[in-house]
């Protein structure tokens, strides 16, 4: 290129907007001819914990020791109805996730991991395997839109139920499990010919609105003698009005689930474009109990994008009974390892990137239906290393606790945060970082 | 042959009766009076037992039996024996919606009509309707048959996976993937077992016509899309 070439053209620049991504993603369509469909939860920059501080104790506040002082992490779920409610020692549950979107070894190794540290993990759409009950000591049955699955042989044998309305990374959206995962075994479960790709409905099939709802769930508890705690689960779309009709409709428990949760496979476009993220949701929730006399006894379980102690314990002071994890679960137990870095090259794709979970081709053997690939995950293992996570958790939503000068992890609060930028603090609703201003808290 | 009125008596304790009948029980039929439309009645059942409900009930009467023979002796709300998995429910009236939803086996028998999405999701349930069914009837119906004497409303069979449809009268419209199927003499078979089960006289299996999935929808594809 010639000098005068060089001032004639503008170096090359590409577009904000059609940036690499939105132009790949123009290709692919126009090339398949079919949205993208994958599995996780919201990829995009979101406000999220991140965006929040705690205070810590001080002149004003007393620490506790951090190596001799109690800092209690026990939860209690289900105690407002149910005659069994939940005693969890740790504030964080594992999330439903199926089998069917997961392999038999990995729905064993959430079981063994849960149940070493005291807490309980979850069915998903396609019902409960003998695997998974039997090696979980804290079981949620979930009772979701498509009834895959649904019998009251396993309602009966769990240790709670979870009414499904909808999501967070699919507000509003069904299910999906495509062809490849739809084994023999999985079909025989769900009632459907094997390979064919699966829809799970959007709506129950039984009943619509809060006031169907309650009688739904009067149906549940009458099945299960006012036994076990019913909760329902909620995408984070409209968390105040959501949780208080869930409070009307007899809920011992609400599951609020962020746009950062992860699904087995759904549309991209659904993933990344509807719902809310996990942190603005919370505030509203608690509002919706704080308003109906209800916090603390109807038990808020909050996921979505939860990492580590340190959201745990945000999760908390935001008035958060417990957290549920799914994606970090499955991190945990070997998914995405770089370990398998070549087989994910294989795949067209990356060790921290690898979500096309519906395809059923995980070489961690965690997402899979295929006996082969599953082969691979050893649940003990698996599982002890879920245990591990779970432990770290726990010990850095105690470390922060009694950091705040907090004998239980409940007893965090929105005074214990700041927030680093405008957006976080008008959403968590606690004062920038030192201010104590609260955007839109007058209005 | 105990006999309960839901008038003096909670249905807290019926339910809670009716879980806990074991095998050396004699109280095998029972009666229910004065149900006056409460929900949720006899729901949960595990075991050969005989009831007789006289009166109307509310929703989810008969949710998830197995085993037992259920009878109403009138009108049923919402989601009669939804999710039944085996036994027998009878409805002598008229049923709302979403009568047998989802049902894994078993027989639901209407004698009028049943409304909007009779056997939504069902998934090898029984269900005989001895008069008509409205709209939506047998949406994403995966297996079972679903039997209309009268006619079907609007979107019969939407996004229909293996269950079989049979129709005596008209069909207001079918479903996404819902289409007629040739009834051959196996169905005839089967479907006569079905209306001698249901105790229907003098009705003939060539009055009816078979609807059943098309199977184009199992897969996604782009030529579809309409569909959808």
């Given at each position: 290129m010639s000098a005068q070439d060089r001032w004639i053209h503008t170096p090359p620049r590409k577009s904000a907007t059609f940036d690499d991504a939105a132009i790949a993603e123009i290709r692919r369509a126009a090339a398949t001819g079919i949205y993208d469909i994958r599995g996780a939860g919201a990829k995009r920059k979101l406000p999220h914990f991140d965006d929040l501080l705690f205070l810590g104790a001080s002149i004003s506040r007393y620490p506790?020791?951090?190596?001799?002082?109690?800092?209690?992490?026990?939860?209690?779920?289900?105690?407002?109805?149910?005659?069994?409610?939940?005693?969890?020692?740790?504030?964080?549950?594992?999330?439903?996730?199926?089998?069917?979107?997961?392999?038999?070894?990995?729905?064993?190794?959430l079981g063994r991991g849960a149940s070493a540290v005291g807490t309980s993990t979850t069915t998903g759409d396609g019902g409960m395997t003998p695997e998974e009950r039997g090696h979980s000591d804290l079981l949620v049955y979930q009772v979701l839109p498509s009834r895959y699955g649904m019998n009251p042989d396993d309602l009966r044998k769990a240790d709670a139920i979870e009414v499904v309305v909808g999501q967070g990374a699919k507000p509003g959206g069904g299910g999906m499990l495509l062809g490849q995962k739809i084994t023999e075994r999985v079909a025989g479960m769900r009632r459907l010919p094997v390979g064919i790709d699966q829809r799970s409905a959007c709506r129950h099939p039984d009943w619509t609105g809060p006031d169907d709802l309650e009688i739904k769930i009067q149906e549940l508890r009458e099945i299960t003698d006012w036994q076990i705690p019913i909760y329902v689960k909620v995408g984070a779309s409209r968390p105040y009005y959501d949780i208080a009709l869930a409070v009307k409709s007899g809920a011992d428990a609400i599951v609020l689930d962020g746009m950062q949760g992860g699904t087995a496979a759904t549309q991209d476009v659904f993933i990344e474009n509807v719902g809310l993220p996990t942190m603005c949701a919370i505030p509203p929730a608690v509002k919706a109990l704080q308003d109906l006399g209800m916090h603390r006894k109807v038990q808020l379980i909050v996921s979505g994008g939860i990492r580590n102690g340190a959201d745990v314990a945000k999760c908390l002071a935001l008035g958060a009974d417990a957290v549920a994890i799914g994606t970090a679960a499955l991190i945990a137990l070997g998914d995405n390892d770089p370990a398998l870095e070549a087989?994910?090259?294989?795949?067209?794709?990356?060790?921290?990137?690898?979500?096309?979970?519906?395809?059923?081709?995980?070489?961690?053997?965690?997402?899979?239906?295929?006996?082969?690939?599953?082969?691979?995950?050893?649940?003990?293992?698996?599982?002890?290393?879920?245990?591990?996570?779970?432990?770290?958790?726990?010990?850095?939503?105690?470390?922060?606790?009694?950091?705040?000068?907090?004998?239980?992890?409940?007893?965090?609060?929105?005074?214990?945060?700041?927030?680093?930028?405008?957006e976080s603090a008008a959403m968590a609703r606690v004062p920038l970082a030192g201010t104590n201003w609260i955007p839109g808290s007058n209005i | 042959m105990p006999s309960v009125d839901l008038a003096s008596s909670p249905l807290r304790e019926l339910n809670s009766a009716l879980h806990a009948l074991t095998d050396n029980t004699n109280a095998t039929h029972w009666t229910v009076s004065n149900p006056r439309g409460q929900h949720n009645i006899a729901v949960g059942l595990d075991f050969p037992v005989e009831i007789e409900i006289d009166g109307h009930v509310g929703y989810y009467c008969a949710g998830m039996n197995k085993q037992a023979r259920?009878?109403?002796?009138?009108?049923?709300?919402?989601?009669?024996?939804?999710?039944?998995?085996?036994?027998?429910?009878?409805?002598?009236?008229?049923?709302?919606?979403?009568?047998?939803?989802?049902?894994?086996?078993?027989?639901?028998?209407?004698?009028?009509?049943?409304?909007?999405?009779?056997?939504?999701?069902?998934?090898?349930?029984?269900?005989?309707?001895?008069?008509?069914?409205?709209?939506?009837?047998?949406?994403?119906?995966?297996?079972?048959?679903?039997?209309?004497?009268?006619?079907?409303?609007?979107?019969?069979?939407?996004?229909?996976?293996?269950?079989?449809?049979?129709?005596?009268?008209?069909?207001?419209?079918?479903?996404?993937?819902?289409?007629?199927?040739?009834?051959?003499?196996?169905?005839?078979?089967?479907?006569?077992?079905?209306?001698?089960?249901?105790?229907?006289?003098?009705?003939?299996?060539?009055?009816?016509?078979?609807?059943?999935?098309?199977?184009?929808?199992?897969h996604f594809h782009i030529d579809n899309v309409g569909s959808y």
């Open positions: 506790l020791e951090g190596y001799r002082e109690k800092c209690a992490t026990d939860v209690v779920i289900g105690a407002r109805f149910a005659k069994k409610p939940i005693h969890l020692k740790i504030p964080i549950t594992i999330a439903g996730m199926s089998f069917g979107a997961l392999s038999g070894p990995a729905k064993e190794a087989e994910y090259q294989k795949l067209g794709t990356t060790a921290g990137a690898y979500d096309d979970w519906h395809e059923g081709r995980d070489p961690a053997g965690i997402t899979t239906q295929d006996p082969l690939l599953a082969a691979r995950l050893d649940p003990v293992v698996a599982g002890r290393k879920l245990a591990n996570y779970l432990s770290v958790m726990t010990l850095e939503a105690q470390t922060i606790a009694r950091a705040c000068g907090k004998s239980h992890v409940h007893n965090l609060e929105p005074e214990d945060l700041v927030a680093l930028t405008m | 259920v009878t109403v002796r009138g009108n049923a709300g919402q989601g009669i024996a939804e999710n039944m998995m085996s036994g027998r429910v009878h409805v002598t009236g008229d049923a709302s919606q979403a009568a047998g939803a989802s049902g894994n086996g078993g027989l639901l028998v209407i004698d009028g009509n049943a409304s909007a999405r009779c056997g939504i999701s069902m998934k090898g349930i029984d269900i005989v309707v001895k008069g008509s069914v409205g709209h939506l009837s047998a949406f994403m119906a995966q297996a079972g048959k679903l039997v209309v004497l009268g006619d079907a409303g609007e979107a019969l069979g939407d996004s229909i996976y293996e269950a079989q449809l049979f129709v005596r009268g008209t069909v207001a419209s079918l479903g996404a993937d819902c289409v007629e199927k040739p009834l051959k003499d196996e169905h005839k078979v089967e479907l006569k077992k079905l209306l001698d089960d249901a105790g229907v006289e003098g009705v003939s299996p060539d009055e009816f016509k078979r609807y059943g999935s098309a199977r184009k929808l199992y």
